[in-house]
């Protein structure tokens, strides 16, 4: 109901502003700002927009890069422990990308690359260089983990159209989606070729006292430690009084 | 009702936080032990990660040993100054055991350290408990049992320097032994995410030859101040004390304390022994468990470097 709402919106915005009519593809989101409080346990965003050109649409939406060590385990004297591990640099936290039909029917792997398009063609380089089939069973233990914890995700056909003209698609977040700056892109791709794209931030922060508890915890350690502690001793102090009395 | 924890990054259901807290409060009450060791591995099983885990235990039994060590220093049975002597071991080891945390955690084996410190201590402890509870259950009939136990004993470690008299314990022994049993527990609560009383009360029976009425007093008021750094430490160093999650803990938890307390009047001695040891061996079983079973994936995402 809410979706279609804002797809006529979207409508009525492409029909009356001329500038966005002129371009070949546009797209909202339904919030820009996710606040992470204390009732938080994932949520969804609504993509939407309209496109005036032939051609596949693809969404992706990537999270803030981060530096990433992948780990894997081996036996040793019957015990699994980690043996050999690589990191990588500028991997995205979330990743998520959407199309109409499937990724390498749409446009050819190096095409997909440049633009980090498809789970398989992000671009992870490792921090320290090693020969390609060793990264390789890493980069995939990296998607595979990820992809698992919910916040990488590839869903082909999740695009819906309304005529030929309008289109939307849900993004969800987990509940343990990281902090940061995010993009959501729209590609419009046709003959292997990108014909436009849009793209339209998304920020996800904690709020309220959980900004404060996480803000305080790296900025200011020394005083949140301290404060951590006399909590507890006052509580220990509470507990013992309330239960002698009673 | 689901509670979104600031420090652990995930979701978990408040009852459930609340519930863990009551239930481990209620065996600690009835047993007379912290429950880091049982709360810190039911932690990690619900998924929050084991780095905010052993630092967030340490925030709870800080307080869980304050309300408890006010009820044992009403009766006198607090040592303050052996208390004061395993103190200063306890800081120390438990200032290496952060460090030593860190370390463990860049080189990706803290995980490993953690578990295999479960297996080895509540192992030893679980068995140790079986035996000593099916025996006294097995009929007091094989003879010869009730050799008398002397004051003390004499061993080697009785010719140690730096002796101090200990008034309240009536002992008259080298510091150097309270100090060392401080450094040791203080470097398995740090990295355990325990306040190490069911380390320490044995090692001050059975190594100190200490009183048992002084025993578990002295042992909270020590556990108070190595818990109290290794929060500190532990939020400075490496981020991962959650208060939140502390809080609810410990609401459920000095709350079942309580209860525990009292069940704990009305059931028989031996039989909570085996119980508890039961527990122990079951916690050990499902960690060793773990390390051994084959897992799902092999690879796993390590620490973040931010």
């Not at chain 1, 977040?173 to 993009?183: D, K, Q, S």
Request: hydrophobic residues 50%; positive net charge.
């Amino acid at each position: 109901m809410n979706s279609l709402r804002l797809i006529l919106a979207a409508l009525l915005l492409s029909l009356f502003s001329g500038p966005v009519w002129a371009a070949p593809v546009v797209a909202d989101l339904s919030k820009y700002v996710i606040s992470i409080d204390s009732g938080f346990t994932g949520t969804d965003v609504l993509l939407y927009g309209a496109v005036e050109e032939d051609g596949d649409l693809v969404v992706v939406v990537r999270g803030p890069p981060e530096r990433v060590s992948v780990r894997r385990k081996g036996r040793v004297a019957g015990i699994w422990v980690n043996q050999d591990s690589i990191e990588f640099e500028d991997a995205p936290s979330y990743y998520m990308v959407a199309s109409s039909r499937p990724l390498n029917e749409i446009a050819h792997r190096n095409f997909r690359e440049l633009h980090q398009i498809g789970l398989d063609a992000l671009q992870l380089t490792p921090s320290v260089a090693r020969p390609e089939e060793e990264v390789e069973p890493f980069r995939k233990a990296l998607v595979r983990n990820r992809m698992r914890e919910g916040l990488y995700s590839d869903s082909i056909g999740a695009m819906k159209f309304l005529s030929n003209r309008l289109f939307s698609t849900s993004v969800q977040f987990p509940a343990n989606v990281p902090e940061g700056a995010y993009r959501a892109e729209v590609f419009l791709i046709r003959d292997g070729k990108v014909i436009s794209a849009e793209t339209t931030p998304l920020f996800i922060n904690k709020t309220g006292f959980l900004w404060q508890i996480n803000f305080y915890a790296h900025s200011q350690p020394e005083l949140y430690g301290i404060l951590a502690i006399l909590v507890a001793l006052f509580a220990g102090w509470i507990a013992a009084i309330a239960f002698r009395k009673a | 009702m689901q509670i979104y924890l600031p420090i652990a990054e995930m979701s978990a259901n408040i009852f459930l936080l609340l519930g863990m807290g009551g239930g481990v409060g209620i065996l600690s009450g009835i047993f007379g032990v912290g429950g880091g060791f049982l709360m810190t591995p039911l932690l990690i099983f619900i998924g929050v990660p084991p780095a905010v885990a052993v630092a967030t235990e340490a925030n709870q039994i800080v307080a869980s040993s304050v309300s408890g060590v006010l009820a044992h220093w009403r009766r006198g049975n607090v040592d303050f100054k052996m208390g004061i002597v395993l103190l200063v071991g306890g800081i120390i080891g438990s200032s290496f055991g952060v460090w030593l945390f860190s370390v463990l955690r860049d080189l990706g084996q803290i995980d490993l350290v953690i578990s295999l410190s479960y297996v080895v201590f509540l192992g030893i402890i679980g068995i140790l408990m079986a035996f000593e509870s099916v025996r006294t259950m097995l009929p007091a009939s094989k003879g010869g049992s009730s050799r008398r136990r002397k004051l003390h004993q004499h061993y080697w470690v009785h010719g140690l320097p730096w002796k101090m008299r200990f008034r309240r314990s009536k002992l008259y022994i080298s510091a150097l032994l309270p100090l060392g049993i401080g450094v040791v527990v203080g470097v398995l609560a740090a990295i355990m995410g325990v306040g190490g009383g069911f380390i320490m009360v044995p090692a001050m029976i059975y190594l100190l030859g200490m009183p048992t009425s002084v025993v578990v007093g002295t042992s909270l008021f020590q556990i108070i101040f190595v818990t109290a750094n290794v929060t500190f430490l532990q939020a400075v160093n490496n981020a991962t004390v959650d208060v939140l999650l502390a809080l609810l803990l410990l609401t459920g938890g000095v709350i079942g304390a309580q209860v525990g307390t009292r069940l704990g009047s009305r059931l028989r001695g031996e039989q909570l022994r085996g119980l508890l040891a039961l527990i122990v061996l079951a916690v050990c079983g499902k960690i060793l468990y773990d390390l051994v079973g084959t897992p799902a994936d092999p690879f796993s995402i390590g620490f973040l470097v931010k």
